[in-house]
């Protein structure tokens, strides 16, 4: 009897002459390059490094594109902008030991924000592993044990033959769900090697689906039919999935109010009558969570952020849907269901009854004039105001990417992505240094849409050497620089645990002249003209810089 899996197997007279035949003067970084072009990969990120220029090398052979930057983090930071975009894996190529450990806080926001990152690395030559000393450069004692912690998996490749298996389980783990960043490591001299295997054809390394078990959707839409109030909390999972349609289907057939989380911006509409938006660090949405006698927690960990400081103590039943099984009930008992969010909202869409609650929008309606009764009775004019300026110079399809700054601690709350997978922030790990080079990589993945990058003037220094790729590749980036003469947020923090801040007040450049010196176009510009500049920057091809000088404030926290 044969199989349809025998036919396939069987490889044709061509292959057959291709594999007898492969070109001549190939070495492992070839096997490299040619195992991400068999699984898919168009766009490699990353920096060279002694050990890792085999694979580089390699690169001139292949039809790859490679983006190049210019320090390790902002790489894997690219990547990572990359990978949340296109939703498929995007390569980073690193080199031994510096270079590599460099790439360690882009990976931990890849990690916390699921985002699929195929991170490999170079190594020592092959006879220097196991942990001996023998004073190679770059050399540490266990390469792999600083990866892994962070990543979701850590593969190795000692030989030539080792690396397409290598590199193809490594690629499966990224895209399963929950996504995320893992890392591969091929020893220097394996990399330069010649071979004379076969050139790789297209490798199958297509990731299982987390799929719900029946009888707990089953359990979950019964509560969810029979609720009286009903109410969801949206989180990046459901953006991830691509599931914001099946989200909003079944919040309106059950009549359910829905919050969105910070890394879930833009998974509810935001002025559906049903949506409570973003204000997930005010206690009135904090009260309206805990009052809902069934809460359908979809993609989300419900973490320090999503839990206003983990003040949040639900009184109702929790269901939780997340395809990372070690978040489950992590932080408050649940009927945990272990699924992508796709295909648990479709099983629940399809299984529950429709309810009707007329009162649910004038609900919803209460609690967000609540919300901006408190931001009314507080000095915010300007920081509402400059919200609102981003948000009306942005196109509406356009996205952004933001970096650990007082602005972006706004947008989490009060801005309007209008759009899935829009708006982008390293909330996940809350590192410095994410937004521009993020941006970089987002402008790689789509070049139709313009992409805005904000930082503050303390973060952006961290990445100010990118602008020299933006220019490089002509990357559509409008980076937008709050300049507040430190780190803001660090300052206000101190300023109220202690009455004042130490270290927190930074000389810096004149970035409109710093900018200009890269040869990128860059405006000062005010709150009253950052409206017109920040469109006319990004209605402009290419990269370029605006800079707004402003000190800004937070609005008062509601979980002390």
Do not use: C
Not at 201 to 224: Q, Y
């Amino acid at each position: 009897m044969t199989h349809d899996h025998d036919l396939v197997l069987r490889p044709t007279p061509a292959q057959t002459e291709a594999a007898l035949n492969p070109p001549p003067g190939r070495t492992g970084g070839d096997l490299v390059i040619e195992t991400l072009a068999g699984l898919g990969a168009t766009t490699v990120f990353g920096l060279p490094g002694q050990h890792a220029l085999g694979m580089f090398d390699a690169l001139r052979r292949s039809s790859l594109r490679y983006v190049g930057l210019r320090a390790e983090n902002n790489a894997g930071f690219a990547a990572d902008a990359y990978g949340r975009i296109t939703g498929e894996a995007a390569p980073l190529l690193l080199s031994t030991g510096p270079g590599a450990l460099m790439s360690l806080a882009a990976l931990q926001e890849a990690a916390a924000a699921s985002a699929p990152v195929l991170a490999l690395g170079s190594q020592i030559p092959a006879a220097g592993l196991g942990g001996g000393r023998h004073g190679y450069l770059h050399e540490l004692r266990d390469q792999q044990a600083s990866f892994r912690d962070v990543v979701k998996s850590v593969h190795t490749a000692r030989t030539p033959s080792q690396i397409p298996s290598a590199i193809a389980a490594a690629w499966e783990s990224a895209l399963t769900a929950p996504h995320g960043p893992v890392w591969v490591e091929i020893p220097q001299d394996v990399l330069t090697a010649e071979t004379a295997l076969p050139v790789v054809t297209a490798m199958d390394a297509t990731p299982e689906e987390v799929v719900p078990r029946p009888e707990l959707t089953a359990l979950a839409a019964h509560l969810l039919s029979t609720a009286e109030r009903p109410a969801v909390i949206a989180g990046g999972g459901v953006v991830r999935s691509d599931a914001s349609g099946k989200l909003r289907a079944l919040a309106e057939k059950l009549d359910a109010p829905v919050v969105t989380t910070f890394g879930g911006k833009g998974a509810f509409p935001w002025t559906h009558p049903l949506s409570l938006q973003s204000w997930l660090e005010d206690r009135h949405t904090t009260d309206f969570l805990e009052d809902a006698d069934v809460l359908l927690v979809v993609g989300s960990g419900l973490g320090e952020l999503s839990s206003n400081y983990h003040t949040f103590a639900p009184r109702g039943r929790v269901i939780q849907i997340e395809a990372d099984a070690g978040k489950l009930e992590a932080n408050h008992p649940a009927l945990g269901i272990h699924a992508d969010a796709r295909l648990a909202l479709q099983a629940l869409l399809e299984t529950v009854e429709a309810r009707t609650d007329e009162t649910a929008p004038a609900r919803v309606r209460a609690v967000l004039d609540k919300i901006a009764a408190r931001l009314d009775a507080q000095d915010l004019a300007l920081e509402r105001q400059v919200v609102a300026s981003v948000r009306e110079a942005l196109p509406s399809r356009a996205p952004s990417f933001w970096d650990m700054t007082i602005l972006a601690y706004w947008a989490w709350s009060a801005f309007d992505a209008r759009h899935p997978n829009t708006m982008h922030s390293a909330q996940g790990a809350g590192g410095l240094g994410y937004g521009f080079p993020a941006a970089l990589g987002a402008a790689v993945a789509d070049p139709t849409v313009p992409v805005l990058a904000v930082s503050g003037d303390g973060g952006a220094m961290y990445s100010i050497a990118e602008l020299a790729t933006a220019k490089q590749y002509g990357l559509d980036v409008t980076w937008l620089i709050v300049d507040d003469g430190g780190y803001g947020i660090l300052r206000a923090y101190m300023t109220d645990a202690f009455g004042e801040a130490t270290g927190t007040e930074l000389a810096r450049p004149d970035f409109v002249a710093l900018a200009e010196s890269f040869g990128v176009p860059a405006v000062r510009t005010t709150p009253e003209t950052l409206t017109a500049d920040l469109s006319e920057a990004l209605a402009t091809p290419g990269p370029s810089v605006v800079v707004l000088p402003a000190l800004l404030k937070m609005f008062e926290p509601t979980h002390l």
